[in-house]
Nanobody, 118 residues
Framework: QVQLVESGGGLVQAGGSLRLSCLAS????????MGWYRQAPGKQRELVAS???????YYADSVKGRFTISRIYAKHTVYLQMNTLKPEDTGVYYC????????????WGQGTQVTVSS
């Protein structure tokens, strides 16, 4: 079993910062990709940032230069530092683990709400 627990969401004003944390437990491997998705009301869930097991990072164009993903492999923990937040960053942020080796499997946390006021 894989369990993901997010924390760190909240309400901030535009220009503020938040740091999201995700703690994974269960059968997590270093080659798994860990990342963050977000979903705003009425919109599709989108990948915000991720870090693969070979340390390749990805950022959505909308967050480049503002968000930073970091991962502590030994603790199966991933963080998302979000700076210069904008109202369009508002949404539910979900931690994700993607198993790339063998059959592709995705695991999801329960989500944490991020609200950015203008």
């Amino acid at each position: 079993q894989v369990q993901l627990v997010e924390s760190g969401g909240g309400l901030v004003q535009a220009g503020g910062s938040l740091r999201l944390s995700c703690l994974a437990s269960g059968s997590i491997f270093s080659f798994d990709t860990m990342g963050w998705y977000r979903q705003a009301p009425g919109k599709q869930r989108e990948l915000v940032a991720s870090e693969s097991g070979d340390s390749i990072t990805y950022y959505a164009d909308s967050v480049k230069g503002r968000f930073t993903i970091s991962r502590i492999y030994a603790k199966h923990t991933v963080y998302l530092q979000m700076n210069t937040l904008k109202p369009e960053d508002t949404g539910v942020y979900y931690c994700n683990v993607e198993r790339r080796r063998g059959p592709t499997v995705d695991y999801w946390g329960q989500g944490t709400q991020v609200t950015v006021s203008s």
